[in-house]
């Protein structure tokens, strides 16, 4: 999804087309959250539903000229959910922030369809320019919690961001980012599961730094081991010819 394509969707009906994300964006947290017991209960209940209902809304206004109302209805939502989502952002369907706290979504991102963010992320700029200065995060992206994306870069589809990653350069798609700065670990070729449904088990994500400190342990353990053999041998050697030299 690209700035051109959220543009092109701006133009659809209205109405309808508020309606029908806000509902997406209810049906998705049911399909992704399985502490969601009800449709009442994720409507009522779920900041995270709340920030985007109130996003959509501002987003309108925003669209439509009206950048003061918009503002404030952000600033608003900012207010009750903890979660501050600017109006100018383009977000696709199925948006689904769990818990929220502490989510920043700026001005120019842009987000696709499906995509997961967890408390505490950060889409944020990297340039006093007016123009594009923000993160796009393809369709089906997991985007871990604490986790800052940086600047105008793409994280491409179905990729994954680990927790409180910061990430700077363009992700592929289907790649597994970590750390500070993010690197890749891993490649992603299944983002769903065995019924379809969208995988959010991103707790098990590689660590390249524990991985790397095993390796040098086990390197560090060989050459004691080595070194050790060695001055045996050589005690060895030094007590056969203290041997000889004492022989009458």
Known sequence: MT?????????????????????????CVLQRDPA????????LLYPGVHALVIYRLANCLWRRGFKFPARFLSWFGRLVTNIDIHPGAAIGERLFIDHGAGV??????????DVTLYHGVTLGG???????????????????????????????????????????????????????PARIVKIERRRTGPDGRIDLEHHLIPDPVGDAISVLIDRIDFLEARLAH???????ASSRNNGKEHRP
């Open 104 to 113: 920043v979504i700026g001005e120019t991102a842009v987000i696709g369809n």
């Open 3 to 27: 700035l051109a394509d959220a543009a092109a969707m701006a133009h659809a009906p209205a109405r309808w087309t508020l309606f029908s994300r806000v509902r997406g964006d209810v049906v």
């Open 36 to 43: 969601a017991r009800n449709a009442l209960e994720v409507a």
């Open 230 to 236: 060695l001055q045996g041998r050589r005690l060895d």
């Open 126 to 180: 990297t340039s006093w320019s007016s123009g594009k200065r923000h993160p796009t995060i393809d369709n089906g992206v997991l985007v871990g919690a604490g986790a800052k994306i940086l600047g105008p870069i793409t994280v491409g589809a179905r990729a994954r961001v680990g927790a409180n990653s910061v990430v700077i350069e363009d992700v592929a798609p289907e790649m597994t980012v970590v750390g500070i």
